[in-house]
């Protein structure tokens, strides 16, 4: 399991799951809220890596520049940026335009048929 995430299970799951998570998901809504696309978020979500892999190396003791493990939790944290950015872009669409789109998920909306 080392191998794979380049660092023990407890700081992947406390560091990169729970902390840089919860920081790739805001950074995705504040995206989102300034009507930014998507890629923005992906890239926002390799960007908190960055900082995801400093924390593993500085306080764990995992290796600084490891691609493999950069690469994991980019990805990671770029579905983490992309769900806070699609979930505020779907309730924003509703809130802003409620004449024409109507909630159809909460990821989705689609467009308010005539009553």
């Known amino acids: 399991m080392e191998e794979i995430f380049d660092t023990t299970l407890g700081p992947f799951i406390g560091l990169t799951l729970g902390l840089f998570g919860l920081c790739s998901f805001l950074a995705g809504q504040g995206i989102a809220e300034g009507w930014r696309p998507a890629w923005a978020a992906v890239l926002a979500g390799f960007g908190v890596a960055l900082f995801d892999r400093f924390l593993h190396w500085g306080l764990f003791g995992s290796h600084l520049w ?50």
């Open 66 to 115: 490891s691609l493999q493990g950069y690469l994991l939790d980019g990805a990671i944290l770029s579905a983490y940026a992309l769900l806070g950015h699609r979930l505020t872009l779907a309730a924003k669409m509703v809130r802003q335009y409620p004449w024409l789109y109507e909630a159809a998920g909460p990821l989705t909306w689609r467009a308010r048929t005539p009553e």
